[in-house]
């Protein structure tokens, strides 16, 4: 864990979440003042923007971050860092960010070391290798999601949470980042997921905790790009939806 002396501030606020997390969440998930995060393992990777803007806004950085990808092949790191700080300019704008704050946000991404040596191919994040270890580390698996001829959305999540509650440590925390899409909510079954969302259920092995709507804004301003395998612009879809960023405890 890196000295508190060596951590920067933490970017943006925590936003409005439906059950009020408590601070020692974001703390686990980004770092907070004088305090660093706690190791993060990320799943279902592809251009490797989201691990990017992420790692710009911990406070220590890329520090502790593993990411990983179904995917046989990897984008070089030069290449995912000029996509993310490009990104930011269009996205900085949806925003409706300043010039100077666009341009800061370009800074803490292009400011970032090549980490690419904790990237990983070959994943499948409902079966993951002896080699990656989830235990006392926070899990994030952002946008799930599969066509219907390799199966279920819904299987999938359920799936993922059942081989993350064999590997996770009691207490550790487990995020998933949901698309409010209408096509991709009613793949989702959220029910299955929260459960009815009081979070009294546990589900999967894990307590659902609440949700945040501004974390992934702030991901997205630091360069996060959407992206599928679809010939269309998924990015420019999902843009114009909003996300939830759901939070759990194993139990």
Known sequence: ?????ALKPRKGRKGKSGFGLPADIW?????????????IV???????????????????????????????????????????????TPNGK???????????????????????DNWHTDVDATSIPDWLQVAGKVVWFQCPWTLIS?????????????????????????????????????RYNIESMLGDGSGKSIINGYRYLGYDKNIIKNILKHGYK???????????VHNDYSFDTSIQKRR
């Open 226 to 236: 959407h992206h599928s395998d679809a010939t269309h612009d998924i990015h420019q």
């Open 42 to 88: 990320l799943f279902g990777e592809a251009n490797f923007t989201f691990t990017i803007a992420l790692a710009s806004l911990r406070t220590n950085g890329s520090e502790g971050i593993t990411a990983t990808t179904y995917d046989s092949q990897l984008p070089t790191f030069d290449r995912a860092q000029a996509t993310a700080e490009t990104q930011c």
């Open 150 to 186: 390799m199966g279920s959305t819904e299987n999938l999540i359920r799936d993922f949470m059942q081989e993350m509650a064999r590997k996770q440590d009691i207490g550790d925390i487990l995020v998933i980042g949901i698309s409010t899409h209408k096509v991709y909510i009613g």
């Open 1 to 5: 864990m890196a000295e508190a002396a």
């Open 27 to 39: 703390n686990d998930i980004l770092g907070g003042d004088g305090v660093a995060p706690k190791p």
């Open 94 to 116: 949806k925003y409706k960010l300043s010039d100077e704050e666009i341009e800061d946000n370009i800074a803490d991404v292009s400011g970032l070391p090549d980490f690419s």
